[in-house]
């Protein structure tokens, strides 16, 4: 009819209404009712309007509404559109306004007496939180005007809803609801509006406030925010950068317009038991990602709803009342219960303006440190999960540790890991979600003594009671196994209980584990993950596989194995689940009783098995590929699956599984076939197995693995004969995407342009490498058609020299042997082009080849009718005239390389003098350099050696490439031409190196390794052996030289540096240098940490961050200088003394971007600058950087750090590493000032059982703790700590108060010092009142015990006590 239809009622007078029922027309038509307003008019003659609800989404069949107790007389509900409006009943709740209920009808609230007293005022009003699925299911209650029914009871206007107390959870007291106070008596309202600012309110800000304590507390901030207006939110701090000491505590946030409480760029605020209900997009939050050291401590977020973005790349329409964009900060005790999205969502990226902050330079918070994340709770929430990684994932750091997580009645999943590593849960809950936890690509997840509950009995309750509408078997999921975890990186299950898992439902994810369905990449199960020591239901659904298998979106998941390690799960004993699959059953040993089928799982008792995975190509598994096993007799085929993601890509290899036992014959013979049956050879073809299970029986091992390549045949006359288009045409793309077209009968391929996240355009394709093994020094042609065109789409002619022509390379071994460019036109002719291949003279080494297309930058090609043929052969002898070499070699030695062969007797050994050139006083003599005895076989030498480079960024420091572990990469800071990576082997020894073995990065980005040379220098820096490697090293890939063709060289540094005109960053994952040595200095001076605890100084000092924190040996403290131009700081060493390296860790808790462009000087006594080394790019939080020096000049005294630049310095810890070359002298002449009294043992008078943290509180290094002892108890009340019996000397106290609160009861207060038998040696007064902070000077007393006593008869509290001096 075009108007807004409305339906209204007259209450008759006015009325106090508490909540209404909305019950929908319940026949038909449902969906009308969606989008409405209620509004409340008064009883005067005007109808004055009093209030007003929006209730967004579809009603469904009932509704209930609170009203917050308006008074109003009319009530209206009308439609937001032009719909009809159809009402099956309205129940409006309340009483006359003018009286109140009668006492037998209000209901009773047990919180506690504390709580009771508090918030016992007529009216005040009470958030209770969701006990069910539903994000939007909590509600406000009133204070009724009536004496309380009894201590710690609050006697409450009838609740809307009936909600779950502790009494009635089964035993799970997380289950009941939370409440909370939302009145204060310092209310900050926003001015209420209409129309188009009806969502425009207040706001609060910290603006650019670096360094000043800021602090809000006990305040009801309603009104508040401002939709889709950048920072304009109810609390924020903005780019304040660091404000030690702010807080934000014990305040209300309700109805908020845009978000709660927002960190930006700043960091050291506490957010502590604030609670924020019913409010719109992300709530408690950190906004670009820069933000560190913040802490969010006991905060409750309640109805958090979706809001308009900002901008585009904001996601508060998917709000999470944590929204977490950097893990460096800390989160504890949080009550995260009903948010439209995530209850906590670790979105981690970060986003300007914080990330041109100095502190974040380099920085990346996917690869962060974690703070804390302990006891948090996620509960009733909406999309997705309770607590997720999702899209961005966490690449933690190994030991990262979520500590008793508590997450259950979320809609979705409990907790979705996605694209994460080393997540370890430990402890805690996961209950009545519809999976307990979703493991997608998550590496090393750890699941360690968790109680998970697929249905519980409380949700049993609600669901009888009609408070909650299920299906039977939803919301009741396990811990999902995802198929593709990958080799190594499988999921730990431990020590956890599960129950609940007896509903009846089988065939899905409700079995207390089961096999993921999603994303399952080639549909096989390569993952092994581990199961022990779990406990069960008796009746539960242990493991299914049936939805992987039976429903995966992605395939058929096939070859799936687990093993049972101790039988805790089958409950008969160790062995393995194995899907009956001939690929697995075949081989299983036929004494061995597989029990029957259930959940699309057999358990096999007493079976070994290891799980194995065949790489190979992936556009031949296009092709209908199967691969053939054979153990004797036995035989079973393993059939190609589908692909997850895309076919055409060419930075994925497929895999073919193997779940095998130890052969029966002694080897297994793995083979291929086309999809004709015919022997073929896929590409290529490398065995990796997974880590060995627990099981002892016999298992098989790689060397018990033999692919079996066909011989050439006719169909290595031309290798391109397979190809079937217009789908099945063996070209492959690197993330462009490529279109097959038609153009005068014949197919054309054509890539898209190139994204400009995704490096160049190229097509490749694999060839079968198999041919090339019996075919030596034979001819291939080459050729076919091509055209490019541009952004535009318009033709281009190149000249077939420079880099925007099209490139055509020919690689073997991974190794480029030949390549041409080639020119085109710019009128859309197409360039026919052709070129001779021959191969190598010697090809049996030949186990992977390609031919790859690229280098049209930023531009699309085409091309069509190619084809590789092979030229009849001249005669059985002829071979080519300059045939293109394999070296080197790219096949990875399996343990080391071949033995070592004998040094020649005639060869000259390198003899060494001993140190000269520095002080001659006391200077150790070196004993002769003497021949070492040879190893039996060689090692890898560069795991002892140090490591540097021209400049390291990214935490990709030069150690990790000598550190063993291909999943750490060094990584350059620039793409300045020539950078380089040196390993020292060791100095004063000389060694034999054989092989040279250089592991690129596996990860991404492999291509820029290439155009560099490999190098062994001699003692002098000369070169002594070199090879240089023009081709791309793609990525994983392992290429090893071979030195001098086996006779080795000897040397004593290795250096990988790129040509000096090529620009690209160096970053790869191992060096290593295979040899042994030959000639070492007999009884060479001892390598030891020189600085602990040497004098140290520094240019300034910010609070008590002193100087000699740097040399402590307490890696969790730091020091800090002021903020100014140039600041350094210096430790002394004494003496002048050897530096082999400098090893600097940084600060852990934040800030670590600042640590950058900073030089380590070494200075000899005269004050003389000997070296110095460069600290390039931003060292992360609790990184480590090492800088060698090792060089026979680089002897000195002093180790100086410095910035050129205005900022400030800090780091936690140097370790210097060398040796004194005089004697040192019998004392210091300038002590280094300590805090003696950190971490040592303390006590106290008495101890308050309900505050603070016991004696040892005050010398934790933490300001914010505190002691706390018992109140006028008639004693004096104490504290004491014991220094123990070092000598020392004491030159001050400083004395921190407790900073939450009561800091006027520390006054006019007795510092003791006592000695060993506690008799009293000194004394000092501090007359009146502490303050935050007292210094009090000492006049040099030596102690063992400092005493602190009050002089009355108050409670004595201390945040930190620090009793500066040093060790004698």
Avoid at 809 to 831: E, L, P, R
Avoid at 875 to 897: F, I, M, Q, R, V
Avoid at 1058 to 1084: C, D, M, Q
Wanted: proline share 5%; net charge negative.
């Amino acid at each position: 009819t075009g108007i807004n239809q409305w339906w209204e009622v007259d209450l008759e007078e006015s009325y106090t209404i508490s909540n209404m029922n909305i019950v929908n027309r319940l026949d038909c038509c449902g969906g009308r009712l969606h989008d409405y307003d209620i509004y409340f008019y008064g009883d005067d003659v005007n109808k004055t309007l009093v209030d007003e609800i929006y209730v967004a989404g579809h009603n469904g069949d009932r509704k209930v509404i609170s009203a917050n107790y308006v008074s109003a007389r009319y009530v209206r509900i009308q439609l937001r559109d032009k719909d009809c409006l159809q009402l099956g009943e309205v129940k409006i709740q309340g009483y006359p306004a003018s009286g109140s209920f009668p006492t037998e009808s209000l209901d009773t609230l047990t919180v506690g007496e504390d709580a009771a007293r508090c918030w016992s005022t007529k009216g005040s009003r009470i958030l209770m939180t969701s006990d069910t699925f539903d994000w939007k299911d909590s509600h406000t209650a009133h204070v009724a005007d009536v004496p309380s029914p009894g201590p710690g009871k609050l006697a409450m206007l009838p609740l809307p809803k009936k909600k779950t107390a502790v009494d009635q959870t089964f035993g799970y007291p997380d289950f009941a609801v939370e409440v909370a106070l939302l009145d204060r008596s310092v209310v900050i309202r926003g001015e209420k509006e209409s129309g188009e600012h009806k969502m425009i309110g207040g706001h609060v800000i910290v603006l650019h406030t670096p360094h000043v304590g800021q602090h809000l507390e006990g305040a009801l901030l309603t009104n508040m925010g401002q939709q889709a207006r950048l920072g304009r939110y109810p609390l924020h701090f903005h780019m304040s950068e660091c404000v030690h000491g702010s807080t934000l505590a014990k305040n209300v946030i309700w109805e908020s317009n845009q978000r709660c409480v927002v960190i930006h760029g700043s960091h050291n605020v506490t957010v502590s038991e604030n609670v924020a209900y019913d409010t719109k997009g992300h709530c408690f939050m950190l906004e670009d990602g820069g933000e560190w050291d913040n802490k969010f401590l006991y905060n409750l977020g309640a109805k958090t709803a979706t809001n308009i973005k900002i901008r585009d790349q904001e996601t508060d329409n998917f709000p999470s009342t944590f929204w977490i964009t950097n893990p460096s900060n800390h989160w504890i005790g949080n009550v995260a219960a009903g948010s439209a999205g995530p209850g906590i969502w670790f979105e981690l990226k970060l986003r300007a303006p914080s990330s041109g902050l100095d502190i974040n330079r380099g920085i990346n918070p996917k690869f962060l440190p974690l703070g804390t994340f302990d006891n948090n709770t996620a509960h009733s929430n909406g999309f997705r999960a309770g607590i997720t990684t999702y899209q961005s994932g966490y690449r933690a750091p190994p030991g990262t540790t979520w500590n008793n997580i508590k997450v259950y009645k979320n809609q979705h999943s409990g907790i979705f890991q996605h694209g994460t590593n080393n997540i370890r849960l430990v402890g805690g809950l996961l209950a009545d979600n519809d999976s307990a936890a979703r493991n997608f690509h998550h590496e090393w997840a750890v699941y360690d003594g968790v109680e998970v509950i697929g249905r519980s009995e409380h949700v049993k309750s609600l669901i009888d009671e009609g408070r909650v509408s299920v299906g039977a078997c939803s919301k009741s999921g396990g811990i999902s196994i995802q198929p593709n975890e990958g080799m190594g990186l499988g999921t730990t299950i431990k020590n956890s209980v599960f129950s609940g898992f007896d509903n009846g439902c089988t065939g899905g994810k409700n079995a207390a584990v089961y096999i993921e369905n999603d994303q399952v990449r080639n549909a096989v199960f390569d993952a092994s993950p581990t199961l022990q020591a779990n406990t069960f239901g008796a009746n539960d659904e242990v493991i299914s596989a049936c939805m992987s298998i039976k429903s995966s979106r992605d395939g058929w998941v096939r070859y799936i194995a687990i093993e049972d390690v101790d039988g805790s799960m089958s409950g008969i004993g160790p062995g393995f689940y194995v899907q009956d699959e001939d690929a697995i059953t075949n081989f299983i040993d036929p004494s061995i009783t597989c029990h029957a089928e259930v959940n699309c799982l057999r358990f096999c008792p007493g079976a070994c098995l290891r799980l194995g995975i065949i790489s190979i190509s992936q556009d031949m598994t296009t092709r209908g590929f199967n691969m053939i096993i054979q153990d004797g007799t036995k035989t079973a085929t393993v059939a190609r699956g589908p692909i997850w993601f895309n076919e055409n890509q060419n930075h994925i290899s497929a895999h073919m599984p193997m779940v095998l036992p130890a052969p029966t014959s002694g080897i297994y013979q793995v083979s291929f076939t086309d999809k004709d049956g015919r022997p073929a050879w896929p590409g290529y073809a490398t065995t990796s197995l997974e880590k060995e299970p627990a099981c002892t029986g016999g298992l098989v091992s790689a060397s018990q693995i033999e692919l079996v390549m066909p011989p050439p045949d006719a169909r290595c006359d031309d290798l391109f004969f397979r190809d079937v288009y217009p789908s099945d045409h063996g070209w492959q793309n690197f993330f462009a995407g490529m279109d097959i077209s038609e153009d005068n009968g014949s197919y054309v391929i054509s890539t898209n342009r190139r994204k400009h996240d995704r490096g160049h355009v190229n097509l490749s394709r694999t060839l079968d490498a198999s041919c090339f093994r019996g075919l030596s020094g034979r001819k291939y042609t080459i050729g076919g058609k091509i055209r490019i065109k541009d952004a535009e789409g318009l033709y281009v002619a190149t000249d077939g020299t420079s880099d925007v022509s099209p490139k055509v390379s020919f690689v073997m071994n991974g190794v480029m042997t030949k390549s041409w460019n080639i020119a085109t036109s710019s009128d859309g002719t197409w360039t026919d082009w052709s070129a001779i291949i021959t191969l190598p003279q010697d090809t049996s080494l030949v186990w992977k080849a390609s031919i790859i297309i690229d280098k049209a930058e930023k531009r699309e090609f085409s091309i069509k009718d190619w084809g590789m043929v092979l030229v009849p052969s001249e005669s059985p002898t002829t071979g080519p005239t300059s045939s293109p070499s394999l070296s080197p070699t790219t096949a990875e030695p399996t343990s080391s390389p071949t033995s070592a062969p004998s040094l020649s007797p005639t060869t000259p050994l390198p003899t060494a003098s001993p140190t000269t050139g520095q002080p001659t006083t006391s200077t150790p003599t070196l004993a002769p350099i003497t021949a070492a005895p040879v190893p039996a076989t060689p090692t890898n030498l560069a795991l002892t050696g140090l490591a540097s480079m021209a400049t390291e960024c990214h935490n990709g420091f030069a150690r990790k490439a000598i550190d063993g572990l291909p999943n750490t990469i060094m990584h350059s800071c620039s793409s300045a031409p020539g950078e380089w990576l040196l390993v020292d082997l060791g100095k004063d020894i000389i060694n034999r190196i054989d092989t040279v073995v250089v592991k690129n990065r596996a990860d991404c980005c492999g291509g820029r390794l290439k155009r560099f040379h490999v190098e062994v220098l001699d003692a002098d820096k000369t070169v002594v052996w070199s090879d240089f490697h023009s081709g791309t090293v793609g990525n994983g890939v392992v290429k090893t030289w071979s030195v001098n063709g086996g006779a080795g060289a000897l040397g004593r540094w290795v250096r990988v540096r790129f040509e000096e005109t090529y620009r690209s960053f160096l970053h790869i994952a191992e060096l290593e240098a295979w040899g042994y040595p030959v000639v070492v200095p007999a009884n060479s001076p001892e390598i030891r940490e020189i600085a602990l605890y040497r004098p140290a100084t520094q240019s300034s000092t910010y609070g008590t961050a002193y100087a000699n924190k740097g040399v402590d040996g307490n890696f969790a403290n730091a020091f800090h200088t002021k903020c100014g131009s140039h600041p350094w700081w210096e430790v002394d060493l004494g003496v002048d003394s050897f530096i082999q390296d400098v090893e600097i860790t940084n600060r852990v808790q934040c800030c670590g971007g600042r640590l950058r462009d900073a030089y380590v000087e070494l200075h000899d006594s005269d004050r003389n600058l000997v070296e110095k080394r460069l600290i390039k790019g931003a060292v992360g939080n609790g990184q480590k950087v090492v800088k060698v020096f090792n060089d026979d000049t680089s002897i000195g005294r002093y180790i100086r750090v410095s910035m050129s630049r205005n900022d400030c310095l800090h780091f936690a810890e140097m370790e210097v590493n060398g040796y004194h070359t005089m004697e040192m002298p019998t004392s210091s002449p300038t002590p280094t000032v300590v805090n003696l009294s950190l971490g040592k043992p303390a006590t106290e008078s008495t101890t308050y059982n309900n505050a603070g943290s016991g004696a040892p509180a005050a010398v934790d290094g933490v300001d914010e703790t505190f002691t706390h002892t018992k109140c006028w108890t008639g004693i004096n009340q104490w504290w004491k700590v014991d220094l123990g019996t070092n000598p020392l000397m004491i030159v001050q106290i400083e004395v921190v108060n407790r900073l939450n609160c009561c800091g006027g009861r520390l006054k006019d207060y007795t510092i003791s010092f006592l000695d060993e038998n506690e008799d009293l040696v000194d004394s000092i007064f501090a007359a009146g009142h502490n303050g935050n902070r007292k210094t009090v000077t000492v006049d040099s007393v030596n102690a063992r015990f400092v005493k602190i006593q009050l002089g009355d008869k108050d409670c004595l509290s201390l945040g930190e006590v620090r009793v500066l001096g040093w060790y004698n």
